[in-house]
């Protein structure tokens, strides 16, 4: 998802299309209606390729921030041609650009002054704290892959990405759902938050749930009830026992595995990106 890189990235995609739809692809006519130059809608057009490429406006690899070859009010022209772009605009202002802190240009732990949306609204808190957080959902057999780790005045919370915000004691892979801290973190609470993209998970659920009609076999129908599950309720156990069917269905038409796998991301490298 193109909100686990950046804050701006969900607008800036939805600006890039905004204009493609306003002009139809003729992005010389967008070019002449906002007073561009050919050499700067193309810059705008090579920012917009690599940002789509990336799935964001931070390099897939290597985590560094790239901007556009054109200044603001060049872009702020093109968001003009439409009240939609306009109001985009407002939101992508400040994050297109290069920051002024430096580090603020890298994805990486928050405490290091990097930018990461794996610990929301958690600017202070540090490569410790998320390490012995980490440990600790281990200890309990909580697979990290679909959370983000929130600080609060009370402590902790980790997001769970899935469309119940309330699964049930036989929904979740724990009965527990909070815990008092100790050691360093003495004093302080754990608490684990479902609910997290919970319209995006409600719709893919959805959405699978309808394709299982059209599964070419047992194994494909059985893969896609995992997956459903797991997006329901949170549960990385039945997404791990998707991929053991997804491994078992031989030979497939078309192949593909969804869900929140690849680690690259985040900087602790344990939750997985969409």
Known sequence: MLRQVSPESEPIYDFIIALHKYCH???????????????EIKAFLDYSAQFLGNCGNY????????????????????ATLTPETLQLWEQIKDGLFADKD???????????GHLSTYYPDSPDIT??????????LESKKLLPENTRVRKTPAGYEVLIASEYTRPSEMERDTSETEWELEGKLKGKRLVLAFGDYHKEMNT????????????????EKSMLKEYVKSFRTGSLEAFKQSQRYWIGDK??????????IETYRDPHGIRGGW
Do not use: C
Not at 25 to 39: F, H, I, K, P, V
Not at 102 to 112: F, N, S, T
């Open 204 to 219: 893919i659920a959805d959405n699978l749930e309808m394709a299982e009609k059209f599964a070419a076999n047992e194994s």
């Open 251 to 260: 030979g497939p038409m078309v192949e593909s595995d969804i869900g929140f």
């Open 25 to 39: 692809g003729n992005w010389r006519q967008a070019a002449s209606e906002a007073g561009l130059s050919e050499d």
């Open 59 to 78: 390099k897939s690899f290597g985590d560094s921030k790239f901007i556009p070859r054109i200044n603001p009010r060049q872009v702020k022209a093109l």
């Open 127 to 136: 490569k410790e704290e998320i390490t012995i957080i980490s440990d600790f």
């Open 102 to 112: 430096v580090a603020k240009m890298h994805l990486g732990y928050p405490d290091q």
